[in-house]
T-cell receptor, first 113, second 113 residues
Framework: DARVTQTPRDKVTEMGQEVTMRCQPI?????VFWYRQTMMQGLELLAY??????LDDSGMPKDRFSAEMPDATLATLKIQPSEPRDSAVYFC????WGTGGCTFGSGTRLTVV | AQSVTQPDIHITVSEGASLELRCNYS??????LFWYVQSPGQGLQLLLK??????LVQGIKGFEAEFKRSQSSFNLRKPSVHWSDAAEYFC???????????FGKGTRLHILP
């Protein structure tokens, strides 16, 4: 089965450090989403891309978060500097838009201490 | 703006009993609708989707959902639940016009033996 690959699976970091999360979408998918999941807020859409172009990143704190797709096989989400309130599970998902729902990766569990 | 409401945070049913999880959405055009399931520590798995056509859609694991435009609802059903169905269920809405996929807060399903 084709799958979305996220790395790292778990990340513990100190407040103020830079964190980079990576996602390899399914080959041929043209849409990539980044979501953050917390108990309080549920699943929040942070940003998404179509054909590597950012379509909407209004869900991200702009001063510290950035999302990019340097090529079709890699999406990155960066937090600099990280804060304890960023602790959450971050999911990447990909889709070929219009043909079905998106496929989720296993997530990156981020803990900022 | 699009939104999804799942009015039940927790649902408890006995094994073998029928199940209905509620979902109401807000979207200005014909929506794309989805149900996902998440087991603890896992990513989200697509159960079923509605894009157009028959308003009763069949999914994996014996689930089905019915799109009712007049009620802005997309409720998930299963005639007989199994202990392995215990998980969190998310309803989501997207659309060709807006292209985002927005999730509800989820319903956690508990199964009594």
């Amino acid at each position: 089965d084709a799958r979305v690959t996220q790395t790292p699976r778990d990340k513990v970091t100190e407040m103020g450090q830079e964190v980079t999360m990576r996602c390899q979408p399914i080959l041929g998918h043209n849409t990539v989403f980044w979501y953050r999941q917390t108990m309080m807020q549920g699943l929040e859409l942070l940003a998404y891309f179509r054909n590597r172009a950012p379509l909407d990143d209004s869900g991200m704190p702009k001063d510290r978060f950035s999302a990019e797709m340097p090529d079709a096989t890699l999406a990155t989400l960066k937090i600099q500097p990280s804060e304890p309130r960023d602790s959450a599970v971050y999911f990447c998902a990909s889709a070929f838009w219009g043909t079905g729902g998106c496929t989720f990766g296993s997530g990156t569990r981020l803990t900022v201490v | 703006a699009q939104s999804v409401t799942q009015p039940d945070i927790h649902i408890t049913v006995s094994e073998g009993a029928s199940l209905e999880l509620r979902c109401n959405y807000s979207y200005g055009a014909t929506p794309y609708l989805f149900w996902y399931v998440q087991s603890p520590g896992q990513g989200l798995q697509l159960l079923l989707k509605y894009f157009s056509g028959d308003t009763l859609v069949q999914g994996i694991k014996g689930f089905e959902a019915e799109f009712k435009r007049s009620q802005s609802s997309f409720n998930l059903r299963k005639p007989s639940v199994h202990w392995s169905d215990a998980a969190e269920y998310f309803c989501a809405v997207g659309g060709n016009r807006d292209d985002k996929i927005i999730f509800g807060k989820g319903t956690r399903l508990h199964i009594l033996p």
